[in-house]
């Protein structure tokens, strides 16, 4: 065999024979160097809340393990992973729990511990648990999200792994549990590499953590796994769908009961546990103004799996959104997913609550969920409270557009996105993205996802929010004309980025009266406030319009203020500056005669937390454009766009 064909053997490897073995391991067995790989995941389980379970949250013990050594240990039998503990007074092991953090979970790390506030990287988690095995039923491990790369190991078994921080995952444990004392290990590495989704240069705190709930989930053992309930394209009465069944034989007998209609549907599994679903219904459909939510009753052997449903049409005619038929022009507002209520992370009900009553309180039908799935709370209670939602992935800045891993990871955060939310009838977009520049490799990858979105369900309109690159330069032509004192003509800025072919709604991001005058003042040798108030008094000669007869969602526009700061109108930082904006730019926008225009999410209900934001007066480490502080303290801004959001709700009552 030549050389050629084998690799050089690694120095201190297993089958490198100038390695010193004690008694038959190198010494990178004994370091316990080598990784396990990442064990396979389970089909995810639908609405877990509503399955008998055991919730995990509460205190955890957390090391911080910022060289990422916890997966070997020094002499001591396998990682951290291992939880092992020494069996006598004189046995060294180079880890232990007992001091560590106490972290609450769900939570992010940064905001418990002033230590962490910066802290991006591995820790490890642990707690222990008493369980008693109940009889013949199944038991999962489901977490609702851990940021960004958590590897999990149960009584020393790694049961889990999972790359990607806003999406759940789950796995059988039945055989790894044991009665009595049972402990689990987390790993979470919050730091992305430059292959990942997103990357780490985001406009947004990169919080750590096991972020979301961490149950253990019981069921029978032949259970339905998840369904898709919802009316067929194009179909007022007609539903469609299937029920997913784990450890049924083929030809098993399911049930579907909506009982408030008085329907019953019976229906059987095929050989890969699927049974189809498709009747007709007359169902009061949702709608913002009455979000009215069906009990649909799957039940199949011993299980009975129960879902609250609303049955609604989402589609567009050239350059209207419909909803249930009827143009609908969508009064929305953008949000990370931080609460009014604490620091940190939103994770929980009340969380939801506090944001949702700012954004009714707005006079709101639609909600920009940014730039990453929001926890299942957000999307439930907004679902309830009568909101259509944008709800995307955080295909964000500088993705490698060209890397394989890359791809794959965006096409799994997409189909966990889906699976999670799919019944979820105020879902009415998935975006595949945000500020991508266009390019021959953005323009493939994109388009992988549109048909990747598209393969996993054909309820809903896929999207992705575009740059203004256009914008600008129309802007550009227009000021300055108005500056030389000329009455420029009125100014069409036509989208053409070449995503708008690949999307039936086209997002985009428009900053006319923000960031264009700090642009344009440089290039016009004229004062940021005189490009400003040429842009603010002739924002009615901007026109929007696209090279694709597709609707439009400005998905994001506005400005920053530092709540409590107060100036003249064109005062940078000053809530009248943020005002003025809204009441010229963002009320111009608003469901404009003619106008692709369909909705718009200005950006953003909250302050929120930003590692790019330097400005130590007015930012320190805040993004500034929400039109509430970030203990929700309403700026001037947020009662100019509740007034013209109040209007249009009154000028458009259905
Ligand atoms: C961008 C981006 C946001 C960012 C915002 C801003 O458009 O999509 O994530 O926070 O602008 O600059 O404030």
Redesign the pocket.
């Known amino acids: 065999m030549t050389g050629a064909q084998n690799p050089p053997r690694r120095q201190g490897s297993t089958d490198d024979p100038r390695s010193p073995k004690v008694e038959g391991k190198t010494i990178q067995d004994l370091l316990g160097g080598r990784r396990e790989p990442d064990p396979p995941l389970a089909p995810l389980i639908g609405n877990v809340q509503q399955r008998a379970h055991l919730d995990l949250g509460g205190t955890w013990r957390v090391l911080v393990d910022p060289l990422d050594r916890g997966e070997r240990s020094i002499f001591g039998g396998g990682g951290l992973g291992s939880d092992h503990a020494p069996e006598s007074p004189g046995e060294v092991v180079e880890h232990d729990f007992g001091d560590a953090y106490e972290i609450k979970v769900p939570g992010d790390w940064n905001t418990q511990h002033p230590e962490l506030r910066w802290y991006r990287g591995v820790c490890w988690y642990r707690r222990e648990f008493d369980f008693s095995a109940p009889q013949d039923n199944r038991l999962f491990l489901y977490l609702g999200g851990a940021n960004h790369h958590a590897r999990i190991w149960l009584n020393g078994t790694l049961v889990a792994a999972h790359r990607g921080g806003f999406t759940p995952f789950n796995v059988e444990v039945s055989d790894q549990l044991v009665e009595g004392k049972n402990v689990i290990v987390a790993k979470v590495n919050s730091l992305t590499r430059d292959i990942d989704i997103p990357t780490e240069r ?3 705190q990169n919080y750590g953590g096991l972020t979301r709930e961490v149950l253990l989930v019981e069921v029978p053992g032949v259970f339905v796994r998840n369904c898709h309930i919802q009316l067929a394209r194009a179909s007022a009465r007609r539903v469609e769908g299937w029920v997913d069944v784990d450890g049924a034989a083929p030809g098993t007998t399911v049930t579907v009961e909506i009982p408030d209609a008085g329907l019953r549907f019976e229906t059987e599994t095929d050989g890969s546990g699927r049974a189809p679903v498709g009747f007709e219904a007359e169902l009061e459909l949702w709608t913002p103004e009455s979000p009215v939510l069906h009990r649909v009753d799957v039940r199949v052997a011993d299980d009975h799996f129960e879902e609250e449903i609303g049955f609604r049409q989402i589609e567009t005619r050239g350059n209207e959104i419909l909803l249930n038929g009827e143009p609908i022009f969508l009064r929305g507002i953008a949000m990370h997913e931080e609460s009014i209520r604490h620091p940190g992370r939103a994770y929980g009900p009340d969380d939801a609550a506090a944001s949702l009553s700012l954004i009714k309180e707005l006079n709101c039908n639609f909600v920009r969920l ?2 990453y799935p929001h926890n299942e709370y957000m999307v439930r209670a907004a679902e309830r409270s009568g909101l259509l939602i944008w709800s995307e992935i955080p295909v ?2 500088d993705i490698a557009f060209e890397n394989p891993e890359t791809l794959a990871s965006a096409k799994q955060q997409i189909n966990e996105m889906i699976e999670r939310d799919r019944n979820r009838a105020a879902i009415a977009f998935w975006s595949i993205g ?2 991508t520049m266009p390019s021959d490799a953005r323009n493939h990858f994109m388009q992988e996802l549109a048909e990747e979105v598209r393969r996993a369900d054909r309820t809903r309109l896929v999207t992705a ?1 575009l ?1 203004s690159i256009e914008g600008m330069q129309g802007a550009a032509a227009h000021v300055g004309a108005r500056l030389r004192g000329d009455s420029p003509e009125p100014v069409r800025t036509v989208i053409s980025d070449p995503l708008g072919e690949f999307v039936d709604v086209i997002g985009y ?1 428009q ?1 006319l009266g ?2 264009a005058p700090t642009f344009l003042a440089r290039g016009m040798g004229a004062s940021e406030e005189q490009v400003r108030e040429a842009v603010l008094d002739s924002v009615d000669e901007f026109e929007l319009d696209t090279a694709f007869q597709k609707p439009v969602i400005v ?2 526009t506005g400005g ?1 203020a530092r709540q409590g700061v107060h100036g003249e109108r064109l005062d940078a930082w000053s809530e009248e500056l943020q005002a003025a904006i809204y009441e010229t730019e963002v009320a111009a926008l608003v469901d404009r005669k003619g106008s692709p225009v369909r909705g718009l999410s200005p ?2 209900l909250k302050d ?1 937390r ?1 590692p ?1 934001r330097l400005n130590s007066r007015m930012q320190s480490y805040w ?1 500034r ?1 929400g039109i509430v502080s970030p203990e929700g303290e309403r700026k001037q801004a947020f009662f100019v766009l509740q007034r013209h959001y109040a209007e249009h709700a009154e000028r458009t009552r259905r």
């Open positions: 985001n406009d947004w940014a730039h964000y800045h945000n500020e929010a740059l991001n900053y923000w960031y998905s994001e920053a950006w953003i929120f930003s790019m993004n454009k």
